[in-house]
């Protein structure tokens, strides 16, 4: 599937975001709460009252948890109660789903200003049983089920291809979670060597345990406003400029996609054509990366644009794409250091905006002009947002 969301005559900005602060287990929240909390801090951010909301577009992985109708039971800690609203779930990309809803909502004149929220509460659900309950799980368990298994062999795959090191994918760990120190919301905030993420638990070669992300429980929410709105509640908003998903199912364990991920190929392609970008590497300011694990992170430099067919190690290795380079990557920490899979896509997006609207404090990149957010999930789905601290 195919869907762009190009430049409108009404011009739609995020005004605010608010994240919770995510961590492995919230045993003091109940979701509603969690959901809450998320949802809280971003009317304080826009400094605006939830009566000022116009619509609720929510969403998470329903069956990670097992509880089904999250629009209609978490309306309390939506603050949906008579509004209008709708749920979205399309595995990893619900966070980036949801925000291209909250956009078109506002921009095809619907609603004047629209808030959307992803969470995930995964300490009280079961993650590898909600991602093979339609499977043999004698089989499944034991094989390639799930993100570890799929990802072990894609990456088996991509250092085949291309030459890429467990080296400079560990530095993709270090560089990550380094980042993340500052970033007060992150769950994994840690000061990591090579040599720690090389020594790490095997999970499955060449996948370690600080080669991938964590589940978290956490939530984030963000305020899209029309142009009217956005200027009177946020001097300097994040402008979306364009929008574009694509949704495609590999076939007969088609690794060659997950090595080039042509979803994303095609979609900053044709997001890059919208917003003028000729080069996104001196061009883009800041990238929020959709990276499940170090390897994705690598041969996603190279589907976005970023550098050449296999050259997605020696980028790390130049530190292009470090918080000093020329386009740093997930200021943020990133999916490696935060995984609250219904949240994960748009904490991309709210990672974005806050740099464009220069929020970041200690993450923030200076003169953010541009920035971009993915989305990953599904079989191998891709979505991209670009933002603008221009209209």
Same mark, same amino acid.
């Given at each position: 599937m195919r869907t762009t969301a190009r430049r409108s005559k009404r011009n739609v900005a995020i005004v605010a975001t608010g994240q919770t602060d995510h961590r492995s287990k919230r045993p003091d929240v109940n979701i509603i709460e969690m959901i809450n909390?998320?949802?809280?801090?971003?009317?304080?951010?826009?400094?605006? =009252?939830?009566?000022?909301?116009?619509?609720?577009?929510?969403?998470?992985?329903?069956?990670?948890?097992?509880i089904f109708f999250t629009e209609m039971w978490s309306v309390e800690g939506a603050g949906s109660f008579l509004k209008h609203g709708m749920k979205i779930t399309t595995?990893? =990309? =619900?966070?980036?789903?949801?925000?291209?809803?909250?956009?078109?909502?506002?921009a095809?004149?619907?609603?004047?200003?629209?808030?959307?929220?992803?969470?995930?509460?995964?300490?009280?659900?079961?993650?590898?049983?909600? @991602?093979?309950?339609?499977a043999d799980p004698l089989w499944e368990r034991a094989t390639m089920s799930g993100a570890i #298994?799929?990802?072990?062999?894609?990456?088996?795959?991509?250092?085949?291809?291309?030459?890429?090191?467990?080296?400079?994918? $560990?530095?993709?760990a270090v560089k990550n979670r380094k980042n993340a120190l500052n970033n007060p919301h992150a769950h994994l905030r840690?000061? @990591?060597?090579?040599?720690?993420?090389?020594?790490?638990?095997?999970?499955?070669? !060449?996948?370690? &345990?600080?080669?991938?992300?964590p589940t978290s429980d956490g939530a984030c929410a963000m305020i899209f406003a029309s142009e009217e709105k956005a200027k009177k509640i946020y001097q300097n908003p994040a402008w979306v400029? $364009?929008?574009?998903t694509r949704h495609d199912q590999p076939f007969g364990g088609d690794l060659q996609m997950v090595v080039n991920l042509r979803t994303l190929r095609s979609a900053t392609e044709e997001a890059y054509k919208i917003s003028g970008i000729k080069d996104p590497l001196r061009d883009l300011d800041v990238a929020e990366l959709y990276e499940p694990c170090t390897f994705a992170e690598l041969s996603?430099?190279?589907?976005?644009?970023?550098?050449? !067919? #296999?050259?997605?190690?020696?980028?790390?290795?130049?530190?292009?794409?470090? &918080?000093d380079g020329e386009l740093p990557v997930n200021p943020s920490g990133g999916v490696l250091s935060t995984n609250c899979i219904g949240a994960t896509? &748009?904490?991309?997006?709210?990672?974005?905006?806050?740099?464009?609207?220069?929020?970041?404090?200690?993450r923030q990149v200076p003169n953010v002009k541009r920035a971009m957010a993915t989305g990953f999930g599904g079989s191998w789905w891709s979505d991209v947002m670009i933002l603008s601290k221009t209209p």
């Open positions: 909390e998320a949802v809280r801090r971003c009317l304080a951010d826009a400094r605006m =009252t939830i009566e000022e909301i116009d619509g609720i577009v929510i969403g998470n992985m329903e069956h990670f948890e097992g595995g990893g =990309t =619900t966070g980036t789903s949801l925000a291209l809803a909250g956009y078109y909502h506002v095809s004149g619907l609603f004047d200003t629209v808030m959307t929220i992803g969470w995930e509460k995964q300490s009280e659900g079961e993650t590898t049983a909600g @991602l093979i309950f339609q #298994g799929s990802f072990a062999a894609s990456a088996a795959a991509y250092m085949h291809k291309y030459g890429i090191t467990e080296e400079q994918a $560990a530095k993709v840690m000061d @990591l060597t090579v040599e720690q993420v090389l020594k790490s638990k095997m999970l499955a070669y !060449p996948i370690k &345990m600080l080669d991938m992300c400029i $364009a929008g574009v996603w430099y190279e589907a976005a644009g970023f550098c050449g !067919p #296999g050259e997605g190690g020696k980028l790390i290795d130049s530190g292009a794409t470090y &918080m896509a &748009m904490i991309r997006v709210a990672e974005a905006a806050i740099q464009v609207m220069g929020k970041g404090g200690q």
